[in-house]
Structures are given as structure tokens and as C-alpha cells.
């Protein structure tokens, strides 16, 4: 039996709400002074009362680690300190997704601040495929003294063997081997002689620990030292949209960052808001679902360089156009992905099994790992989407679920070689495989990923803080819950149910979105936006109930339009009360 008797709700959701413990836990942390709603919050993520204060201020001299704590950290931070000082020839070579952008634009930006240039280098996604390959890195080589590699190379032996006596520095997350490549230093929380501890940090987060120690090594020797605090909006940027947990660190990272971003400093970032219409103050929703993308449609569909030239550049001519220009793939890349997912989702439906898996021939590689995120969003599976090419291989990105590691499962399937190449992290991972492997790989890694719970059936839960009145919706407690955020991967947002509510108007909106207004029979309205509603089941359970009480789910937020703003329902699952009785 679910929570409030909803155990398959319209989007064939289990509701779960708090049980006994969490209501104690609750009640603890209430008594410190915060809300009921905020206590109910605090408990289902763990915070107990004598953290709840510092939970909601998290402070990044408390909680950033010493950079130190990372294997080659001295030898990289020396080496990068020590080019500067000698002037030397400096290469960045980067991956063309946000976390490869950002992490270049940090290291362009600490440079220029030391009046230091720097060459930027990234991959074609269609020509040269992700990471290192060995004939850029040679003629990388050839002209620098010094080549840093950033979200990549943690698994390029061969191609970065072709630097051939220019110093390498690789800063990474992804999973590694068992052996490194023959670089100067590898500095990566995810290597196999690194205790873990710090694995959760996408590469804008190693890069700038790595500037961290190098500002102290400059500090130490009298010299200047770059604000870094001024980069913490790049560092925001990646860890959202790399879909990293917001724990620990990683939440103080993006917090601070959001404070940097709403002072619109950045050329890059300023421009590229105006363009997607950012209203109100930046949040996580904005770095994730407005800006990350658009950065992104550059790697997928167009030029591989034009996220990271957008975060480094200092002209508001150039950020202006290339905001524009990236605005422009992002709608293109769009229209892409409508037609893949349609195709891939049938695909993956038909097949059943542990893994959700299409392939295609021609399919956009720029497309794919965003086709399989909403593969495994539709279907509750890890997900594979691969597009084949004509030279008979097939390019894939994959997305995971929550408890089940898919980047060792893949680079098992390298080790066993039913893939060319492959890696990645838990929730993430990127292949290459023969068409004529296809199959056994597929069926391979279901396997494996069926051994860690993949594909169990069942309905998916919905977990909600408690209940709320329609009355309670405040401007103030939404306000204080958003002081529990940021809001993402491992970092659940607020979510309550209103029960028994009646729809006193309800209208269609946009592409398939509801706009509804909801009473408890008392003088309050509630609005609510329910997004994609004609193709969830909340449509169709609204117009079943035809006026009759409701139990409605979401999360309470500020509507902001035309600089007018308005408490608002973002509204996630409903139940037919009625339904309900009956079964």
C-alpha cells in the first residue's frame, strides 16, 4: 500500500512518504526553529537537528579537501606553476561536452590572469571521436611545451605515447585502468590507487583543486595568485550539467558558483542567459536544463569548440554571437533528437529486457547520450543508443540508474573485447563497438547490469516530504526551501502532496503542458503547470475524476514571467481519490 493509499498513481508511480523515524527526525530538527515542511525535507535527506544549520550554509573552507589528497596533484600543480614562470608553450586539450568547456575555461581564464596564453584544442566529435587521438596530440607536441588534458586522457595510452617528450598533464573523473598512460602526472579521484573518497567530482572540480595548489605554491613563493573564487560560476556550471551528485562539496561548489553567476560577470555566460531567456536568479534548474544544453549543442551538432571559446572569451561582441550561434544548434539539435527518441524508444520497448538499448544507422552521435537519457527516464533502465556509420562501427553513449555502476560494467565489456573502446563513470559511459558485435555486447552488459538490479519490475516510487494545504504555499517557505538547495543528482528538491484537492480550472498549454488551478473547497487557489501532462497519464486521470477530489504531487516554486512572479505548483503525479477507495 502506498503513502495516502497511492501505490500506482497516474504515471504508474508507488507513492512513498515519511515513515515513523522521519516524522521523529522531523520533529527534532523543528524545534531548532524551521518550518514543519523545511524539517520534513532536512529528515528525508539525512540532515539530522545539529546539522540542519550548517546543512543550510555550507561553507567551502569546510568542506573543500586538500588538493594534496590526490595522487600527482604536487607533481601537476609544480609543472603547471613552473611553465608559467618560464614562460613555456602551454596546450589545452579538452573534451567538447560543458565539464570539458568549463574545465579548459578555467584553465584559460587562471592563465590570461598571470598574463599567460594558451592554446585551445578540441577534439571533432564526427572526425576524431572523444579524447586524445594520436595525431593531434603530436602536433600538439610539436609546437608546446606542455600539454594539459582535461575530462579525457585517463585512458589514452597510445595516443598521448605520441607526445613524445613534451610534458602531459591529464586532470580527470573518468573511471580509470588498471595501468596509466606514460604522462607526467595523472590527476584523477577516480583512478584505481585512489581511495574514492572524492569520486563524485566532475573535472571543473579537479581542475580547480589543481589551481587551488597551484595558487598556493605561487602564494608560498610571493606571487600573485588569480581569484579563484571568481571561477566558482564555471565550476557550478559543470557539476550540473555533468549530472555529479550535489553532496558534500559539490553542493558548496554549485551554491557559491550560483552566487558568482547572478553577478552576470562572465561575457560568455551573461550572453548565452539572455539568449535562453533566463529569468529571476540563477539556479541548478538553469545550469542544467537552459545553459548546459545550449553549451553542449556545439559538441553535438556543430563546432566542438564553441562551448569553451563561449566561457573564455573577455569580448561581449564575440560571447554575443557565439551565444547566438549555439542558441541556433540547440533548436537544431532538437528537432534531431525528436526523431531518434521516437525510433530508439520503440526500439527499446520491443526488446524488453534489463537494458534499454536501440541502434540506428546514420543516428547522430551528437545525439545519442541525450536520447538515452530519455530512454532510461521513460522506461526506469540503463540505456544504450548507438548510431552506426559507414565504416561499420557504432558509436554509443550510455545513461544509468541509480544504484547500478555502469562505466565498469563497460569497460569490462573493453577487457573482454566485445567493445573497441568504452568508458566513463557510475551514471555515464561512452562506446565504440563493431556492428558485428553488437548483439553479444548488448546482451553481455544486460547481464551485467541485471546482476546489479537493472530492469527489476514494479512501479517506480515517488518520494514526497509529507502534506500540505494549498494555504501553506507560501512565498515564504518556498523561499526557505530553496535554501536546502541546490537541486539535482543525489539531492532530491522538495516534494509534498496536497490531498483532496478539486479542479477549478484546468486548460492545455504550450506542447502537450496543463495548466491547472486547484481549491481545497476553502477561498485558496493553487496553480499548478503539469509539463508533458498529455503523455503521462496526469491529463487523462484529471479529466477522469471530472471534479471529484484529487491527491496532486510536486514541487512548489516561483513562477516568474514578464517580471511578474507568482507561487506556482510544478506538478508531478496525481491520484484519483475515488480510484483509489475503489480498489
Known amino acids: ?8 498513481s497516474a504515471t504508474g508511480r508507488c507513492w512513498v512518504g515519511p515513515d515513523a523515524a522521519a516524522d521523529r527526525a522531523a520533529e527534532a530538527i523543528a524545534q531548532t526553529g524551521l518550518p514543519l515542511a523545511m524539517a520534513r525535507h532536512l529528515a528525508r535527506r539525512g540532515v539530522d537537528a545539529a546539522e540542519a544549520a550548517a546543512f543550510l550554509d555550507p561553507k567551502l573552507r569546510d568542506l573543500l579537501p586538500d588538493p594534496r589528497g590526490l595522487r600527482d596533484m ?140 597551484a595558487n598556493r605554491r605561487r602564494r608560498a613563493q610571493g606571487a600573485p595568485c588569480p581569484d579563484l573564487m571568481a571561477l566558482l560560476d564555471l565550476v557550478a556550471l559543470a557539476t550540473v550539467a555533468d549530472v555529479a551528485p550535489l553532496l558534500g562539496v559539490n553542493r558548496a561548489l554549485v551554491q557559491q558558483g550560483l552566487r558568482v553567476l547572478r553577478n552576470r560577470a562572465r561575457p560568455g555566460l551573461r550572453a548565452l542567459a539572455d539568449v535562453a531567456r533566463m529569468d529571476g536568479p540563477p539556479t541548478g534548474y538553469h545550469l542544467g536544463y537552459l545553459l548546459g544544453p545550449r553549451i553542449n549543442a556545439g559538441g553535438r551538432i556543430g563546432a566542438a569548440d564553441l562551448g569553451a571559446r563561449l566561457l573564455s572569451t573577455t569580448s561581449d561582441a564575440e560571447a554575443e554571437a557565439l551565444a547566438q550561434r549555439l542558441d541556433a544548434l540547440n533548436a537544431e539539435r532538437r528537432a534531431i533528437e525528436m526523431q531518434v527518441t521516437e525510433a530508439a524508444l520503440a526500439q527499446a520497448e520491443a526488446r524488453g529486457g534489463p537494458l534499454a538499448w536501440a541502434v540506428g544507422d546514420g543516428w547522430h552521435p551528437g545525439v545519442v547520450g541525450i536520447v538515452a537519457s530519455r530512454l532510461k527516464e521513460a522506461l526506469n533502465r540503463p540505456a544504450v543508443v548507438i548510431g552506426l556509420g559507414q565504416d561499420g562501427k557504432g558509436q554509443g553513449s550510455a545513461r544509468s540508474v541509480a544504484g547500478v555502476d555502469l562505466g565498469a560494467s563497460v569497460q569490462r565489456l573493453v577487457a573482454e573485447g566485445l567493445l573497441l573502446k568504452g568508458g566513463g563513470h557510475r551514471m555515464a559511459a561512452g562506446l565504440t563497438v563493431e556492428a558485428g558485435k553488437l548483439e553479444p555486447a548488448m546482451e553481455r552488459l544486460a547481464e551485467l547490469l541485471a546482476r546489479q538490479g537493472a530492469g527489476r519490475d514494479g512501479p517506480r516510487d515517488l518520494h514526497l516530504d509529507g502534506t500540505l494545504m494549498p494555504g501553506a504555499a507560501t512565498r515564504d517557505l518556498v523561499d526557505m526551501l530553496e535554501t536546502a538547495g541546490p537541486f539535482g543528482q543525489g539531492a532530491p528538491a522538495p516534494r509534498f502532496a496536497f490531498p483532496d484537492l478539486r479542479v477549478a480550472h484546468a486548460r492545455p498549454v504550450g506542447d502537450g503542458h496543463l495548466k491547472v488551478t486547484f481549491t481545497d473547497g476553502g477561498p485558496t ?20 475524476a471530472a471534479g471529484a477530489p484529487l491527491h496532486v504531487a510536486g514541487r512548489l516554486e516561483m513562477n516568474r514571467w514578464q517580471g511578474r512572479e507568482a507561487i506556482q505548483l510544478k506538478l508531478e503525479d496525481v491520484a484519483v481519490v475515488s480510484e483509489l477507495e475503489d480498489t
Open 1 to 8: 500500500m502506498g503513502w495516502l493509499g497511492v501505490a500506482r
Open 525 to 544: 487557489r493553487l496553480d499548478a503547470i503539469a509539463f508533458g501532462a498529455g503523455g503521462n497519464g496526469v491529463s487523462n486521470a484529471i479529466d477522469r
Open 74 to 213: 604536487d607533481v601537476a600543480s609544480e609543472r603547471l606553476c613552473r611553465a608559467v614562470d618560464a614562460r613555456d608553450r602551454i596546450a589545452i586539450f579538452a573534451d567538447y561536452d560543458v565539464d570539458g568547456g568549463a574545465s579548459a575555461a578555467l584553465l584559460v581564464w587562471w592563465l590570461r590572469d598571470l598574463g599567460h596564453a594558451a592554446t585551445l584544442y578540441v577534439p571533432d566529435r564526427i572526425d576524431e571521436g572523444y579524447g586524445p587521438n594520436p595525431k593531434a596530440i603530436a602536433h600538439l607536441a610539436a609546437d608546446h611545451d606542455l600539454i594539459v588534458c582535461v575530462d579525457c586522457g585517463t585512458l589514452a595510452h597510445a595516443a598521448l605515447s605520441a607526445a613524445k617528450g613534451t610534458d602531459v598533464i591529464v586532470l580527470d573523473h573518468h573511471l580509470g585502468g588498471e595501468t596509466l598512460p606514460p604522462v607526467l602526472a595523472v590527476v584523477n579521484p577516480n583512478r584505481m590507487d585512489e581511495t574514492g573518497e572524492l569520486g563524485h567530482l566532475c573535472a571543473a572540480a579537479v581542475v580547480f583543486l589543481t589551481l587551488v595548489e
